[in-house]
């Protein structure tokens, strides 16, 4: 965390590399939590794929209890509302292609997982059409109202890029 905490003194973000096709890396409420805001307005995640690659934003976790929960809280019918459950969705942040004009940016919408939830189907939150986003979470405060979430982040091949490439590419054989 203390090389974090440098790299955003010194450039203002984080930078997460994709650029391998095993490479994954992962995102969390509770780690920005600690840290005092990386990955928030303070210091996004700036995460790059290689060249002709997409980044694939995908809800590693969202299940379990608010921080904030309190059955004895102002009304009773919002006792739970900030757990998440299926069908239930909670802005966590937004994402921006890089070099897009200031106030370009998408919603990152994370709903609630149901406990049973294969590990097999992961719920994509954001397909990128490039190789270059940033990731700004909510601010702190937002964050501990909120169940702990952790977001999965991954450069995938584009299908475009492939196509472009094998067409443009001339194939010749030895013998």
Do not use: W
């Amino acid at each position: 965390m203390a090389s974090s905490s440098s790299q955003c003194r010194r450039t203002g973000r984080l930078v997460r590399n994709a650029v391998d096709r095993q490479a994954v890396g992962y995102l969390s409420s509770e780690a920005t939590i600690a840290s005092g805001g990386i990955g928030t307005s303070k210091c996004p995640f700036n995460i790059r794929a290689a060249p002709g690659q997409r980044i694939r934003l995908s809800l590693a976790a969202f299940i379990g209890q608010s921080r904030s929960e309190d059955p004895g809280a102002e009304a009773a019918e919002l006792a739970g509302s900030n757990t998440p459950r299926p069908g239930l969705c909670y802005e966590v942040g937004t994402v921006t292609v890089a070099g897009a004009r200031p106030g370009k940016s998408e919603p990152l919408t994370a709903c609630g997982l149901p406990a049973d939830r294969s590990s097999s189907a992961p719920s994509v939150l954001y397909q990128s059409e490039s190789n270059n986003v940033t990731v700004q979470l909510y601010p702190i405060p937002v964050l501990q109202r909120l169940a702990p979430f952790v977001i999965k982040y991954e450069g995938t091949q584009n299908p475009d890029f492939l196509f472009t490439f094998l067409r443009y590419t001339r194939v010749t054989h030895v013998k």
